[in-house]
Nanobody, 124 residues
């Protein structure tokens, strides 16, 4: 059974950094694409970043976070990270970790497994 558990969220000031973690069980990184999404109040869930371990660890980012966020994975710990630097108030959202076994995609509905989310709040 696949389980994903996010941690690392919190309340920070604009310009600060946070690192989110997603601990995965029942998932083989060599077979799954791992992604991060976020959802702000009243908005749809949106793609943030993805990593494809089976394809040389290729990474993909939303334009809004490119250059500020970095997705990575530590295979030995079955953990995916999202390093978030230079945070802005518009980054405020619940951040979700997700996995799918088909291909890299930015579409939330194409992910098979989700964590419970972790709140990130950035004050101005």
């Amino acid at each position: 059974q696949v389980q994903l558990a996010e941690s690392g969220g919190g309340l920070v000031q604009a310009g600060a950094s946070l690192r989110l973690s997603c601990a995965a069980s029942g998932v083989s990184f060599s077979r799954y694409v791992m992604g991060w999404f976020r959802q702000a109040p009243g908005k749809e869930r949106e793609f943030v970043a993805a990593i494809n371990y089976s394809n040389n660890g290729d990474t993909y980012y939303a334009d809004s976070v490119k250059g500020r966020f970095t997705i990575s994975m530590y295979n030995a710990k079955n953990t995916v990270y999202l390093q978030m630097n230079s945070l802005k108030p518009e980054d405020t959202a619940v951040y979700y970790c997700a996995a799918n076994w088909r291909a890299v995609t930015r579409v939330p509905n194409e992910y098979d497994y989700w964590g419970q989310g972790t709140q990130v709040t950035v004050s101005s």
